[in-house]
């Protein structure tokens, strides 16, 4: 991560780690700097006595993603990033 320098979002997906990985290995393979890549959550918890407990965490499939996965690029990548994005799909 850089901490100072522009930076474009390329790719948001949500509740999908395994695709974000790949697509953070796509855009390092083909030698693209990635500024910021992470995740936050997506959606406020049920419960409102902050515990974040959500109960339809608990049901028969177990634990549901909702976090927000992301991955920013240096403008001038920008068009290379999202057209190797556009290709891996």
Do not use: H
């Not at 948001?12 to 500024?35: C, F, H, N, Y």
Request: glycine share 10%; net charge positive.
């Amino acid at each position: 991560m850089a901490l100072f320098g522009k930076r474009v979002v390329v790719y948001r997906v949500q509740g999908d780690k395994p695709a974000w990985k790949a697509a953070r290995e796509t855009l390092t393979s083909a030698g693209i700097k990635i500024m910021e890549s992470g995740s936050y959550d997506g959606e406020m918890p049920i419960c409102g006595c902050g515990a974040k407990i959500d109960r339809r965490n608990y049901g028969p499939n177990g634990w549901i993603d909702r976090r927000t996965y992301y991955i920013a690029v240096r403008p001038e990548d920008e068009a290379r990033a999202r057209e190797l994005l556009a290709s891996e799909k």
